[in-house]
């Protein structure tokens, strides 16, 4: 019997991808924390002998987009209390 659509590694992978090329196009860092989170679930995937079910694979997959939205904010984040100034246009 064929496993279902939603433990393919390569899917999430894809997935990932397309989450990459969407982060690019709209970037604002909220889908590169999806796009490394599938990304990593792919890969766990891909691990042979981990068949998890679709809510536990769903709960894993928001568990590491969440972690990876987290550190991606503190990385890259302005330090607290501060905003972004800018003195003069690019077209000057």
């Known amino acids: 019997m064929a496993d279902p659509f939603w433990l393919t590694?390569?899917?999430w992978?894809?997935?990932?991808?397309?989450?990459?090329?969407l982060e690019i196009?709209?970037?604002?860092f909220i889908f590169l924390g999806?796009?490394?989170g599938a990304g990593?679930?792919?890969?766990?995937?891909?691990?042979?002998?981990?068949?998890?079910?679709?809510p536990i694979l769903l709960m894993i997959f928001a568990t590491l987009?969440?972690?990876?939205?987290?550190?991606?904010?503190r990385v890259f984040a302005l330090?607290?209390?501060?905003?972004?100034?800018?003195r003069h246009d690019i077209n000057d």
């Open 40 to 54: 990593l679930t792919g890969i766990l995937l891909a691990i042979p002998g981990i068949v998890p079910s679709l």
């Open 79 to 86: 330090p607290h209390g501060q905003v972004k100034k800018f």
């Open 34 to 36: 999806f796009a490394i």
């Open 65 to 73: 987009s969440l972690i990876a939205w987290l550190i991606l904010r």
């Open 9 to 11: 590694w390569w899917l």
């Open 13 to 21: 992978l894809a997935g990932a991808l397309a989450l990459g090329i």
């Open 25 to 28: 196009v709209l970037p604002g």
